[in-house]
């Protein structure tokens, strides 16, 4: 636009007076962003109509009002990145490649004081570098922009970016952040990103008073909790070493973990890189029961840790001992989801051959089986398995663990499969076609699947809850302790004349008929708020009003989920003689329920919905 036209468009709206310097920015062959439009080139002005000519992405002559563009759109300087990008594409390519401080200086050249906040540049560093390839070299770019001595790097993406007029190293920027916080946590990290970052060679004197602010900190602060100050202690400890410094600061690394039954808990705020240190450290300090600590961390452990303590049992010397371990917790179904992924992604391993040759069974299917439909049943929302997604994705690994099942064995696998809330019923299929590969016998499942499943049963949680909770008990307490006894039994002699082994024999098939009753039940068991209750016909989630025939008065019945019932407050499982006869049946309608030898009629007076009473 010229002079002209901008005057022109003043005179006819006096409100854009103040506007004149961008209305006059908007020349031809100026390159923009708009709010919605995003990145685009003005082509022209249009006297007649008073409106601009632009070009965006898959808008080319987008005719838009100037007026209109003061709020929504910004004229970008010909120093601009996405400006560069487009009149000198190879020296940005060049930048982008071989180097990003630079780059970042010359993107901070285009804003006021040189300065511009971690989102301003990472929205167009996205839109240069490609959003596809962006956050790969960003991770990487960071590292290196963070060693420039020109830019000061924000703690916070609403903080700025600045190019300094004076260049600061890295070491003295680290230490003047030391010395301007309070913070213990803060002081932890700072110190850490020093070690990284100091000259081995020639150590800045500045940092002695750093391990003495780091060593004060770890001490007296009451913001820390025992693993962040045992992580502090390890900073500190590398620090001093680092000095030359043989100080015994307190507290000890080794005084931080000399309860072992604290260590569980410290073990899961730990930085993932300090895993295997403190397996080393709880070795130099429990010198003698440091093995049976890991063992017991190992069984709760996640993530990366469960290979740590897996490496650090094996390079000590006590393979025999976890391979036992393993398969005593298989027995036991105590074996954990990572544990049962670290065995499965390791099962070809030759460093583990020894350890896993026994575990890779169809009973061990079984226990993936069962740590899935577990983990599927706490989460309150649908959330990724990682054991589930790597039986899916791993073709081999269910056909590797069949190879030493029968076709029953393989049957009962297959209808556990069916009956799990950790698939969607495609995997489902899916993974059931790879069991009749193997074999074609279990194709009857498939077909008895589409005839009709066992029937559901309608739960509540909380029911559910107390289900698997009885569950959860027989499995981890109930049968190992009967195992036990088994084991103690035996050992007193001849088993024909031995009543103690008889009995905990006995016990021993009550246990696993009720387990696998219970596991059964819970196979088949649909949970429901009872939300889809209606107010037309009894259902599950109903509350009636009934008149009795025999004394002609009012009761009032809850109707909800299988194991629900509660007598004591006239709550009655749908499932029940009563509830049998009742649902579906509407308001006027009368039902004869006999019940041992005695029988009798209730006419059903008023519905309504239990979540709306609740």
Known sequence: MNTEAVATLIAKNPTLKAAKAKLEAMQPGSYCIHRSWGFGQIQSYDEASQRLRIDFAGKPGHPMDPAFCITTMEVLPANHLLVRKQTEPDVIAKLIANDPAQLIVEALAAYPNNAATAIEIEIVLAQVVGEEKFKKWWSTAKKAIAKDPRISIPAKKTECYVVRETPVSVQDEIVEAFQGTRSARRRIKLAEELLATADKKNPAPELKDVLAGLAEAIKDSNQLDTAERLYGAAVRDDLAKFLGDETPYAPAQSDLIADARDIADIVEKLPVQFQSRLLELIKETHVIEHRDIVFNLLKTSQGKFTTECINFLVENGHTDELAASLKRWQVEQNLRAPVLLWIVKNRHSKKFAKLLNDLITPRLLGAIFYAIDYEALQAASAR?????????????????????????????????????????????KSLLARFIKIFPSIQSLVAGDAEGKEEQLIVSRDSYERKREELELIITKKIPENSKAIATAREHGDLKENSEYKMAKQDQSVLMAQKAQLEKDLGRARISDFSDATLLQISVGSIVDVTVGSTGQTATYTVLGAWDSDPTKNVIAYKTPLGLALVGRQIGDTVNVKIGNTEETYTVKSIARYVDAK
């Open 384 to 428: 990724r398995i990682p054991l589930a997604e790597i039986l899916s994705e791993d073709t081999d690994l269910i056909p590797d663990l069949l190879s030493s099942a029968d076709s029953e064995t393989a049957r009962d696998l297959a209808n556990t499969l069916l009956l799990n809330q950790g698939f969607e019923d495609l995997t489902k």
